[in-house]
């Protein structure tokens, strides 16, 4: 078994035939008291401020729970891929399965990364919960995959329903150009045109530039009563929302529609008021009216202080921990990845988010879509819901 794992790691053909060696000693004895959870995290480059809140609601767990499941020392071997670089993300798995000899990955903030993991999860059997990575279809493309996080098309879609249904004829839009920006821009476009809406142009900007100046001056010459745009959280969604209004779109009454990256509540403060009425769709806000959402809410603000915001980051992460740690406890620390995965389809919990099941067939979560805006409550800037479209059963 040990070495069927061993040669199928090596036919992926990469650098790692060194310190791939040590599969084939025989396991530490410590190893079995263990579970050893490999996290791939961006806590540098581009998504540095996502792979921050990530790591909260990493820590809130496991400072909640402590880290013993089923008489096992949770062990969490953290590794920074440095953003959207999938050579290196694919390379920390197969070093975390081959050399530290991780029971499963997770982790995964930007799609690239997710992407480039698949064939290693496949190949080497690791059970790999994405906690945020979001283009639709990668949990599909392989069994020992799934993700706890949320897809585009699964926000985009209520969004353009929302817009075309709601005054806004006609939209220009706007994404990052790579998966997440192509699935949000489809699913978007098919649900705002089904329904009336006009979209008048469109355009994809590029990953790695926070500079957006050029393309809403084309939105200003052509007038749509929205734009619906997607771009990565963090600090292009915060310059993004900003370049909106510093260039007059918001004065010349063109509307903001969106999902919810660009208004993270880590990152309203920093766009400030000018985030007041952005319209966004999402499966989490910060404000969301639970027991469950109001227990997360106050616990981490005892954890991270009363100026640190709570955010879909934090969640997805402490969701996935709470679900990695249940799914252990349920197979009484039995890690075997077939028995790993067929414990996470089709399971099923209240989230802060709301309730949330693990679709047994695409091993990504069916879940509610909220549509919110932007207001002060509080003395802080929140996404309010106002209405929300639940999943199809
Ligand atoms: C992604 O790369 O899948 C991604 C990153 C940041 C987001 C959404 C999606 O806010």
């Known amino acids: 078994m040990q070495s069927d794992r061993l040669s199928s790691l090596l036919s992926l053909g990469t650098a790692l035939l060194l310190v791939a060696a040590p599969l084939a000693l025989p396991r530490d004895a410590l190893a079995a008291d263990t579970i050893k959870i490999g996290v791939i995290n961006s806590t540098s480059g581009q998504f540095a401020d996502l792979g921050v809140k990530i790591n909260e609601g990493i820590q809130l767990y496991m400072k909640q729970h402590g880290d013993t499941v089923a008489g096992k ?156 745009a997607f771009v990565p959280a963090g600090r292009s969604g915060i310059a993004f929302a900003k370049a909106f209004n510093d260039m007059g779109l918001t004065k010349a009454g063109i509307k903001l529609i969106t999902t919810g990256d660009i208004v993270s509540e880590n990152g309203l403060e920093a766009i400030g008021d000018s985030a007041l009425g952005i319209i966004s769709a999402y499966h989490y806000s910060a404000s969301h009216d639970s027991p469950e959402n109001k227990a997360l809410q106050k616990a981490y603000t005892e954890a991270y202080g009363p100026k640190a915001r709570l955010d879909f980051l934090v969640m997805q992460a402490y969701d996935t921990m709470s679900v990695i740690c249940n799914v252990a406890e349920q197979l009484r620390g039995d890690m075997d990845p077939d028995k790993v995965m067929a414990a996470l389809a089709g399971y099923k919990f209240v989230s802060a988010r709301g309730p949330v099941v693990i679709n047994a067939q695409t091993r990504t979560v069916d879940q509610t879509v909220y549509i919110r805006r932007v207001e002060k409550r509080d003395g802080l800037l929140q996404n309010i819901e106002f209405d929300k479209i639940e999943p199809a059963r």
């Open 73 to 228: 020392r949770i062990e969490l071997i953290m590794r920074d891929d440095t953003g959207p670089n999938p050579d290196v993300t694919k390379r920390l798995a197969l070093e975390l399965i081959a050399r530290d000899k991780v029971d499963l990955l997770t982790g995964f903030v930007s799609t690239p990364g997710a992407i480039a993991t698949i064939p290693v999860a496949t190949e080497a059997r690791k059970p790999t919960i994405i906690m945020q990575a979001a283009t639709g279809g990668i949990t599909e493309r392989s069994p020992y995959m799934a993700r706890l996080s949320f897809t585009l098309g699964q926000v985009a879609g209520p969004m353009g329903e929302w817009a075309a249904k709601n005054g806004l004829p006609t939209v220009y839009t706007i994404v990052a150009d790579y998966g997440p920006g192509y699935d949000g821009e489809a699913a978007f476009i098919k649900a705002y045109t089904a329904n009336g809406g006009k979209v008048i142009g469109g355009v994809r900007t590029p990953l790695a530039s926070n500079d957006y100046a050029v393309y809403l001056q084309r939105v200003l010459n052509e007038k749509p009563s929205a734009v619906f």
